[in-house]
C-alpha cells in the first residue's frame, strides 16, 4: 500500500515544455483557420463582383437591345465616341431625318455608355417641327450633328450602363450601315484594378439601308 500510494503521488502534471508545445499548437490551428477564413471572404466578395459585372451585363444588353432590335440599321461607328443608330422611320420617305437618329455614347473616362437624340424646341407648333426635323444624307458626321444640336439645348439623353471600361462594335459585312449582325466586345468593371470582357451579339431584325 505504501508503494501504490508513493506511485499515485509520484504522477507528474504538464510540464512546462509540454505547455508551450499546446500553446504552439493551438496559435498555429488558430493562424491556419484565420487564412482560410480570409481566403474564402475573398472569393466570397471575387464571386459577388463578378456577378454584379454579369447583371450589368445583362441589363446592358437588354437596354441596348432596346434600340437595336427595333433599328434599321446602324449607321457607322467611330471606336472612341459611339455608334450612330438610324431608329426608325417616321417620314416614311427612307431617309435619315433628326428625330430618328439615336447616338450611343461612349465614355470611357467616365464608363458609362449614355443614349442620346433630338428634341424639338417646347412651343413650336406642328408645321415648324417638320421644317426642323431635317433630312441627313448617308455619310453625314451623325456624331457632328447631335454635338451641335447638343449645344443648342436640343437634345436628350439617358444612361445606359456604367462600369464600362471599353466597349468595340465589329461585323462581318463591307460596312456598318449593310451588316445585320454585329458583335460586342465589352470590358466591365468589376473592381479597382480588374476589369471583365464579354461578349455578346446585336441584331438588327428589321434591317434597311437608308436611300
Given at each position: 500500500?505504501r508503494?501504490?500510494?508513493?506511485?499515485?503521488?509520484?504522477?507528474?502534471g504538464?510540464t512546462?515544455?509540454?505547455?508551450?508545445?499546446?500553446?504552439a499548437i493551438t496559435?498555429?490551428?488558430?493562424?491556419?483557420?484565420g487564412i482560410?477564413?480570409t481566403?474564402a471572404g475573398?472569393?466570397?466578395?471575387?464571386?459577388?463582383?463578378v456577378?454584379?459585372?454579369?447583371?450589368?451585363?445583362?441589363?446592358?444588353?437588354?437596354?441596348l437591345?432596346a434600340y437595336?432590335?427595333?433599328?434599321?440599321t446602324?449607321?457607322?461607328?467611330?471606336p472612341t465616341?459611339?455608334?450612330a443608330?438610324w431608329l426608325?422611320d417616321?417620314?416614311?420617305?427612307g431617309?435619315?431625318?433628326?428625330?430618328?437618329l439615336?447616338?450611343?455614347?461612349?465614355?470611357?473616362a467616365?464608363?458609362?455608355?449614355r443614349?442620346?437624340w433630338?428634341v424639338f424646341?417646347?412651343g413650336?407648333?406642328g408645321?415648324?417641327?417638320?421644317?426642323m426635323?431635317?433630312?441627313?444624307?448617308?455619310?453625314?458626321d451623325?456624331?457632328?450633328?447631335?454635338?451641335?444640336?447638343?449645344?443648342l439645348?436640343q437634345?436628350?439623353e439617358?444612361?445606359?450602363?456604367?462600369?464600362?471600361a471599353?466597349f468595340?462594335l465589329?461585323h462581318?459585312?463591307?460596312?456598318?450601315?449593310?451588316?445585320?449582325?454585329?458583335?460586342a466586345?465589352?470590358?466591365?468593371r468589376?473592381?479597382t484594378?480588374?476589369t471583365q470582357?464579354?461578349l455578346?451579339?446585336?441584331?438588327i431584325?428589321?434591317h434597311t439601308?437608308p436611300?
Amino acid at each position: 500500500m505504501r508503494r501504490a500510494r508513493r506511485t499515485q503521488h509520484a504522477r507528474p502534471g504538464l510540464t512546462l515544455i509540454e505547455l508551450m508545445i499546446a500553446i504552439a499548437i493551438t496559435a498555429m490551428i488558430g493562424a491556419a483557420i484565420g487564412i482560410v477564413m480570409t481566403a474564402a471572404g475573398r472569393n466570397l466578395s471575387r464571386v459577388s463582383e463578378v456577378r454584379s459585372a454579369l447583371q450589368r451585363s445583362h441589363a446592358m444588353h437588354a437596354r441596348l437591345r432596346a434600340y437595336t432590335d427595333a433599328a434599321f440599321t446602324i449607321l457607322d461607328e467611330d471606336p472612341t465616341q459611339g455608334f450612330a443608330v438610324w431608329l426608325h422611320d417616321d417620314n416614311t420617305g427612307g431617309t435619315i431625318n433628326l428625330t430618328e437618329l439615336r447616338i450611343v455614347w461612349y465614355d470611357f473616362a467616365a464608363e458609362t455608355l449614355r443614349v442620346e437624340w433630338f428634341v424639338f424646341p417646347i412651343g413650336l407648333t406642328g408645321p415648324e417641327q417638320q421644317a426642323m426635323d431635317r433630312e441627313l444624307s448617308v455619310g453625314t458626321d451623325y456624331f457632328i450633328e447631335m454635338e451641335l444640336l447638343r449645344a443648342l439645348g436640343q437634345t436628350s439623353e439617358i444612361l445606359i450602363a456604367d462600369g464600362v471600361a471599353a466597349f468595340d462594335l465589329a461585323h462581318d459585312a463591307v460596312s456598318f450601315i449593310d451588316a445585320k449582325r454585329l458583335r460586342a466586345g465589352v470590358s466591365l468593371r468589376v473592381s479597382t484594378d480588374e476589369t471583365q470582357d464579354m461578349l455578346f451579339t446585336i441584331g438588327i431584325n428589321g434591317h434597311t439601308v437608308p436611300n
